[in-house]
Nanobody, 120 residues
């Protein structure tokens, strides 16, 4: 099985910054894409950012220009640098990693979620 461990969430003032980390471990042959999603109370889970194996990234419209996703393939880790945070960024942030256990079996794993609260 593949397990994800997240860190970096917390309380920050509007305009501040946070950096989230997510590390995958377990039986992994390769990782194809890694991403971050978030869910606020009463709302559906939405895409924040995704980065594919080739290094290209895509962002949700609400975070473009403020958030940056990156990955360290040697460490099986994905990061989310969040700048210029707004109260509406408050949500539980979830890491998602997709890849292959072997040449015949793929996987999709989710982290447990980390709370990000933006408030004065």
């Amino acid at each position: 099985q593949v397990q994800l461990v997240e860190s970096g969430g917390g309380l920050v003032q509007p305009g501040g910054s946070l950096r989230l980390s997510c590390t995958a471990s377990g039986s992994i042959l390769s990782i194809d894409d890694m991403g971050w999603f978030r869910q606020a109370p009463g709302k559906q889970r939405e895409l924040v950012a995704i980065i594919i194996s080739g290094g290209s990234s895509h962002y949700g419209d609400s975070v473009k220009g403020r958030f940056t996703i990156s990955r360290d393939n040697a460490k099986n880790t994905v990061y989310l640098q969040m700048n210029s945070l707004k109260p509406e960024d408050t949500a539980v942030y979830y890491c998602n990693v997709n890849g292959h256990i072997d040449y015949a079996r793929s996987f999709s794993s989710w982290g447990q979620g980390t709370q990000v609260t933006v408030s004065s």
